[in-house]
């Protein structure tokens, strides 16, 4: 008698099949979540080199602006010790509004040779943002205690302005005068004139916007006394460097 053979499938393979689909069904889930593990580490990596870079980068720009109004203080100040009158400063370099009629030659010119002896530079070539703004130079603001504090034109500071400047350039720049920016924002002040350019007169207005004052909202308190800092106002961010005191 002749046996036939089974064509019933054997158990044990199936099951055998079944067990390595599986094994390699989470091998491969195994891959894909070390794989989005990877990514994910990779991304905040790179995130964190993104922002150290711009750290730095705001650091140099901050230093760059320092050394460079600083420089014009120190020129100013030496101008003044040689018998210069301060109506008699001219900045006309920056824009031909600032000509002041009290100086008749080179050496009262901050950014000539004979005079300051300061090579002009562009707030966007100092800065290194394209922006269409330029340095202002005002005395319509005092600073609470760097001269006078009384409120009136006499104790106007002249001040040398870099307005609209990038925020994290302005925080970077307390940061390194020690200055705090409260809530990691910069001090604030309610009202900051720029709108009169210096040639050799001070403003007839009397002033009451006294940078430094003893209003924490509006007077940018943080910054009293304070030669150079960079405050908020109206929404923008304006760094100054006093220039001269009264």
């Not at 580490?41 to 050394?67: D, K, P």
């Not at 040779?113 to 300061?118: F, L």
Request: proline content about 3%; charged content about 15%; hydrophobic content about 35%.
């Amino acid at each position: 008698m002749r046996t036939h053979a089974s064509n019933k499938p054997d158990n044990k393979m199936i099951k055998t099949k079944s067990s390595q689909e599986g094994n390699a069904l989470w091998f491969i889930l195994i891959v894909v979540a070390l794989f989005g593990a990877l990514t994910a580490a990779l991304s905040r990596n790179t995130g964190t080199v993104n922002q150290a870079g711009n750290i730095e980068q705001s650091r140099v720009v901050a230093s760059s602006i320092l050394r460079y109004t600083t420089s014009i203080e120190t020129a100013i100040q030496r101008m003044m010790m040689e018998g210069l009158s301060e109506s008699d400063l001219d900045f006309s370099a920056i824009d031909s509004d600032y000509e002041n009629a009290n100086c008749t030659d080179d050496h009262c010119k901050v950014f000539k040779t004979r005079g300051g002896g300061i090579p002009y530079r562009s707030l966007p070539s100092v800065i290194s943002e394209n922006t269409e703004q330029d340095w202002v130079v005002s005395a319509q603001n005092r600073v609470y205690l760097a001269g006078c504090d009384d409120a009136h034109n006499g104790c106007t500071e002249l001040l040398l302005i870099a307005p609209d400047v990038p925020q994290t350039l302005c925080l970077q720049i307390n940061a390194m005068q020690g200055i705090t920016n409260p809530n990691g924002a910069p001090p604030q002040m309610g009202s900051f004139l720029i709108n009169e350019k210096y040639n050799g007169t001070y403003t007839s207005a009397i002033n009451s916007y006294t940078l430094g004052g003893d209003n924490s909202s509006t007077k940018a308190t943080e910054v009293q006394g304070r030669n150079a800092a960079c405050i908020e106002s109206s929404g923008k961010y304006y760094f100054y460097q006093l220039l001269l005191s009264r």
